[in-house]
């Protein structure tokens, strides 16, 4: 076999072996759900929005308005308490946004945790449910 001959073959196997790996993108069976925007707004002790129908592997970006006159955050809780995602403190008038993927259907909490905010009722509850 000539040198010409060999290399015309590595070239053309290495090609198909390219070939057959394919792309690192979405698959046509698991294409890429862009984010959902839900509005929030906080004010003294709750949250006010409606953050329905959302299903596991979501990713919704929380807007989060604070119409009082404190200020305010928002933290995005599992039902373990892990911190899934947090606004930063807004003052009143202000706004911040946090984006989370809720990779499983389940129950979460949105809170306000600055100073007695929670325990006077500034949570919520969100059911994610099955995709």
């Known amino acids: 076999m ?45 949250f006010a929005g409606d953050p329905t129908g959302i ?12 119409v009082g006159q404190l200020d305010h955050e928002m933290q995005v809780l599992d039902d373990g308490g892990t911190l899934l995602g947090r606004t930063t403190r807004i003052p009143p008038g202000g706004s911040d946004e946090v984006t989370v993927e809720f990779a499983t259907a389940g129950d979460y909490k949105l809170i306000c945790d600055i100073d007695d905010h929670q325990s006077r009722g500034q949570f919520a509850f969100i059911t994610v449910g099955e995709p």
Do not use: H, Q
């Open 2 to 46: 000539t040198t010409p001959r060999r290399i015309a073959i590595l070239v053309s196997s290495m090609a198909l072996l390219l070939a057959a790996c394919g792309d690192d993108g979405p698959s046509a069976a698991e294409p890429e759900r862009p984010a959902k925007t839900v509005e929030i707004t906080a004010t003294e002790y709750r």
């Open 55 to 66: 299903v596991g592997g979501d990713t919704i970006r929380f807007a989060v308005s604070n």
